[in-house]
């Protein structure tokens, strides 16, 4: 079992930056991947962001240049935005799986495991 916590969430003005944390506990194997999705009112859970146990990174074509995902200790994944748009708001999700990325940006059914969410609101 993995237990998942996300925190960082925050509003924001349009332009501005901000830096999600997912931190995973539990037991933890030596193959995974964290993946970041996001799901805004009324729209489909999509991932956006995701990094694996060899340091692989995949995000989404819409995100690419201002998202950014890193492993900052051996418990917990960050995803920092930058130049923060209003449709990038959206609950923030972090879930984790027991295999790597194999090149690909991983879908939500692929996971078990997933945090509460953080909440990102970009609004001026």
């Known amino acids: 079992q993995a237990q998942v916590v996300e925190s960082g969430g925050d509003s924001v003005q349009p332009g501005g930056s901000l830096t999600l944390s997912c931190e995973v506990s539990?037991?933890?194997?030596?193959?995974?991947?964290v993946a970041w999705f996001r799901q805004a009112p009324e729209k489909e859970r999509e991932p956006v962001a995701a990094?694996?146990?060899?340091?692989?990174r995949a995000y989404a074509e819409s995100v690419k240049g201002r998202f950014t995902v890193s492993r900052q200790n051996p418990n917990t994944w960050d995803l920092e935005i930058t130049s923060l748009k209003p449709d990038d708001t959206a609950m923030y999700l972090c879930?984790?799986?027991?295999?790597?990325?194999?090149?690909?940006?991983?879908?939500?059914?692929?996971?078990?495991?997933w945090g509460q969410g953080t909440q990102v609101t970009v609004s001026s």
């Open positions: 879930a984790v799986r027991w295999w790597p990325l194999r090149g690909t940006l991983p879908e939500a059914s692929d996971f078990v495991y």
């Open positions: 539990g037991r933890m194997y030596h193959e995974y991947s």
């Open positions: 990094i694996d146990s060899a340091g692989e």
